[in-house]
């Protein structure tokens, strides 16, 4: 199984998981155009996509979803929730599943492990992959850590983890108060001591990868985000990945 980042941030994210004959689409906040221009330099097409996933209403994350699925008639899988928001003022999907966010299911040779994530959305989550020897884990737009996300992330292989912010550039940014208090809120977006707080609760023997991932370019810098990590790992800072909103990050492969 590998994995890859066409870009990741408030200006769009997504993210695609190869495992071989199942390749999927994690969320796509770029134009169709774009996401394809952004694939291409992974080698990849929209056409060689078995299904998008979308974790929630967010143009980040789901500008070019319908424009993508319809163009190439794609599935795409998400939470009643999120479609309801999703779909307003769009036309219909060409094929639509969905699911419970509590639940697992299979696409192809991956088993996908939704779970719910607080964050200001309808009915948002985020993903863990499983291929039967390898695990994957996607966590980003939440604004705290639930017992049941220690629980879904536990033993990774591999992990792309929110980091949003750094919370003293926060504190002191020119963002109005009640944006501070949404994006350093309980159903905001995580820092990165949150984040580095995670690893300490989680399993990270088998971690082969770590990316940190939706970072703020106005509230947080890449230097930040891996010294948090690296430091509670025990970690050199450049073993740390970072997702970038233009180029996102190439493959990574588990094995
Ligand atoms: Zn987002
Ligand atoms: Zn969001």
């Not at 948090?228 to 180029?247: F, P, T, Y």
Request: proline share 4%; glycine share 8%.
């Amino acid at each position: 199984m590998r994995f890859a980042s066409l870009g990741s941030g408030s200006r769009g994210n997504a993210l695609i998981v190869d495992a071989g004959e199942t390749k999927l689409l994690v969320d796509c906040g770029f134009s169709a155009r774009v996401a394809t221009a952004r694939l291409a330099r992974l080698a990849a097409a929209p056409e060689d996509l078995t299904a998008i996933l979308v974790t929630h209403e967010h143009s980040d994350h789901v500008a070019g979803v319908f424009a993508l699925a319809r163009r190439h008639q794609l599935t795409v899988y998400l939470t009643h929730g999120t479609y309801v928001e999703a779909a307003r003022g769009k036309s219909a999907l060409p094929a639509c599943r969905v699911i419970d966010g509590h639940a697992s299911f299979a696409i192809g040779s991956l088993e996908v492990l939704p779970f719910p994530v607080p964050h200001d959305a309808r009915e948002p989550v985020q993903y863990a992959f499983n291929n039967g020897q390898h695990c994957l884990g996607v966590l980003t737009d939440t604004g705290s850590i639930t017992p049941h996300i220690v629980d879904m992330l536990h033993a990774c292989d591999a992990l792309v983890l929110e980091c949003n912010h750094d919370r003293a550039l926060l504190a002191a940014s020119r963002y109005p108060a009640v944006l501070k208090e949404r994006v350093g809120g309980r159903y905001g977006h995580l820092e990165n001591a949150q984040a580095a707080a995670l690893l300490g609760q989680v399993e990270t023997r088998r971690l082969q990868h770590l990316v940190a991932a939706h970072l703020s370019q106005e509230n947080n810098r890449p230097e930040l985000a891996t010294r948090a990590l690296a430091s509670a790992l025990g970690c050199s800072e450049d073993w740390i990945g970072v997702a970038d909103q233009e180029d996102g990050f190439g493959w990574r492969q588990i094995m």
